[in-house]
């Protein structure tokens, strides 16, 4: 399916890949996991969001283990597809504030991307 989609198309939940129950179980395994090791590290430092974290744990799972296409080992790898937290993180190409800044610097990735880089990653915003 590829992640650059034309504006009218319109895809039903039969189109999305099907994931079996192992993988399925594994995902939130981890999404629990991301859970656990961010109300760690807020009680540890005294401050963040649990809250946020925690409401995010899903999304990041599916993306980081299951969607996106990268190399953990060459983050700066070109190939490597991008991601835009709209909360502050970290393992992400831009960590923006909740305010909505972080549409515009995916949208500019994903445009950097296609028109000067000639790439094929693929840019998402997390919220």
Do not use: W
Not at 5 to 28: F, I, N, P, R, W
Not at 56 to 64: K, P, Q, T, W
Not at 72 to 99: C, H, I, W, Y
């Amino acid at each position: 399916m590829g992640c650059s989609l034309k504006a009218d198309t319109h895809l039903a939940m039969a189109d999305y890949e099907k994931v079996d129950d192992e993988t399925l179980q594994s995902l939130k395994d981890v999404a629990n996991k991301l859970r656990i090791h961010s109300i760690r590290a807020t009680c540890a430092s005294g401050s963040g969001h649990p809250t946020s974290c925690c409401s995010a744990a899903e999304i990041m799972s599916v993306l980081f283990f299951h969607t996106m296409r990268y190399k953990a080992q060459d983050p700066r790898n070109a190939s490597n597809d991008r991601f835009v937290m709209s909360k502050k993180a970290e393992f992400v190409d831009v960590a923006t504030g909740s305010l909505g800044q972080g549409l515009g610097a995916a949208c500019g990735m994903a445009y950097t991307g296609k028109y000067f880089d000639k790439s094929r990653y693929c840019s998402y915003n997390g919220r």
